[in-house]
């Protein structure tokens, strides 16, 4: 007799878990890869429905969620109460969670604990960090070494923005793309997966990509890259203004959400709500008895 455990595998093949393999099958094969920002359960369900392949817990939940100005002041048990929430809504993408600032910058052990407890806790597939400078190169060889895949992010990285002189596009003259270049060549040599590509030219990153061996998930830098990722608040419209100028928003939620919880405010204020429909009744006996006892 085997031994071997039986595996139930889903009519439906594209509902299997989506794996390291399958990201870099789906480079290989031209195939978009399709990430999203996730932050809690009921956005976790909302995409694990959609199908998107890739989850990403950012730190922009910072300000999505927790109501910050940047994502510099998130604190790491915040980010790891926002992951776990997401996992467990989560059947099928890969879940990344961001390294928030702070977390990593300090050594290689600091980086690996981090790290881990983003795969012990949160129960995350891979961590993601910013920048391609020799202090994140050294941190994420440290976390690859430690058996946990990273996700690098070159170009805009919000939490430098400040250094960068302000949240605006990167890679705009020939030195500044090759930054960028080396910064992604870099991060390949130190074992990520994959890296993200933010507010960068569209050719810079097409450029870059075709000296790549590992899946671009472009975010501002135009669609010659292996996938693409957005923001949950911002493609939804369940934030104020229209965001970055990468941003394509696809449904009008804040609008939409206000509207209903006024509807419901003026309700109650008029006495509409709650109406007969909503109310739970007692036999007359009951209530007789009721009140001569009270």
């Given amino acids: 007799m085997s031994t071997f455990p039986q595996v139930s595998v889903p009519a439906d093949a594209s509902r299997l878990p989506v794996t390291l393999p399958r ?32 989850v990403l817990v950012g730190d922009s939940g910072a300000m999505t969620v927790l109501g910050y100005d940047s994502t510099v002041p998130v604190s790491l048990d915040e980010i790891l109460m926002l992951a776990k929430a997401t996992r467990r809504g989560l059947k099928t993408p890969f879940l990344v969670g961001d390294l928030p600032f702070g977390s990593y910058e300090i050594s290689d052990e600091q980086a690996v604990a981090t790290a881990m407890r983003f795969v012990k806790e949160a129960g995350c597939d891979a961590v993601k960090l910013e920048g391609g400078g020799p202090t994140s190169v050294a941190r994420a060889r440290a976390i690859v070494s430690a058996g946990i895949p990273v996700m690098g992010h070159v170009g805009l990285t919000p939490q430098t923005a400040t250094a960068l002189g302000g949240y605006k596009a990167q890679g705009k003259s020939a030195l500044a793309a090759e930054r960028v270049a080396r910064e992604s060549f870099a991060l390949q040599q130190a074992g990520c997966f994959s890296i993200v590509f933010e507010a960068i030219p569209s050719a810079v990153a097409e450029m870059i990509h075709e000296r ?63 109406g007969p429909e909503h109310g739970y009744a007692i036999e007359p006996v009951e209530l007789a008895e009721l009140r001569e006892r009270l």
Wanted: charged share 25%.
């Fill in 23 to 54: 990201l870099m099958e789906k480079r290989a094969l031209g195939e978009p890869i399709v990430m999203v920002t996730a932050y809690d359960y009921p956005s976790a369900v909302a995409v694990d429905r959609a199908g998107v392949d890739v």
């Fill in 212 to 274: 790549l061996e590992i899946p671009v998930i472009g975010i501002g830098a135009g669609p010659n890259v292996d996938g693409q990722v957005l923001v949950f608040h911002d493609l939804l419209g369940i934030r104020e203004g229209r965001g970055a100028k990468f941003v394509q928003r696809y449904a009008d939620l804040l609008d939409d959400m206000a509207a209903g919880v006024g509807a419901y405010a003026e309700d109650v204020r008029t006495g509409r709500y709650p």
